[in-house]
């Protein structure tokens, strides 16, 4: 005669030895995977972020208008008004300014000195990498360019590489004009330009 009490004593051991198994293996699966944050139907993350803000702004600008810091100088006069950038010749810096007349950054660069000369620009291209109208073996990267010549373009872009990869400068020697033409920034300061410039956007260019 069959034992159904032996049988179902089995059962029972059958489930207990699996309870104890799967419990670790979950609480393992969760620490491993801990659960993303989830959000309403039909919302990214961006549109919760632009619903924060009352008045319409480009993203970016928001973002530096929170990190600026103290701008280095004031503004200079007659520089202009609006979204733009201003670059001045004999103090050797930039100034990226909001619509409001917000300074969103402002740092030091090296340029050349009268060039270009003082007037209103616009930016008209842009590039991620280029390479020296003279030496084709030095590169520069986020170029935005404003300016022209007989000869070449002039832009805002990071600091010149040898082939090597060598800067030709160094970022503590910026605010001297060292440049023989284009105007040279740090790679944080020239990646942020970048990024924050379309074409279009009014370059003022003050002595």
Not at 189 to 202: K, L, Q, S
Request: charged share 20%; proline share 8%; aromatic share 10%.
């Amino acid at each position: 005669m069959y034992d159904w009490s032996m049988a179902r004593r089995l059962i029972v051991l059958c489930v207990l030895v699996g309870l104890v198994v799967a419990i670790p293996a979950t609480a393992a699966s969760a620490v491993s995977s801990p659960r993303r944050p989830t959000q309403a139907a039909g919302l990214t993350a961006f549109d919760t972020f632009e619903s924060a803000w009352a008045v319409p702004e480009p993203v970016f600008d928001r973002y530096l208008r929170i990190t600026a810091g103290t701008p280095l100088a004031p503004l200079p006069p007659d520089s202009g008004s609006g979204r733009r950038i201003v670059y001045a010749l004999t103090d050797q810096m930039v100034w990226l300014v909001a619509a409001d007349e917000t300074i969103l950054a402002n740092y030091l660069v090296s340029g050349r000195l009268g060039s270009p000369g003082p007037g209103t620009y616009e930016v008209f291209s842009k590039s991620r990498r280029t390479v020296a109208f003279l030496d084709q073996s030095i590169t520069m990267r986020w170029m935005v360019r404003f300016a022209t010549t007989d000869k070449t373009n002039l832009g805002f872009h990071d600091l010149p590489r040898y082939g090597d990869g060598r800067p030709m400068q160094t970022e503590e020697e910026l605010g001297t004009a060292l440049s023989g033409g284009c105007v040279r920034q740090a790679d944080a300061d020239a990646i942020r330009m970048y990024r924050w410039a379309p074409v279009g956007t009014p370059v003022i260019v003050t002595p």
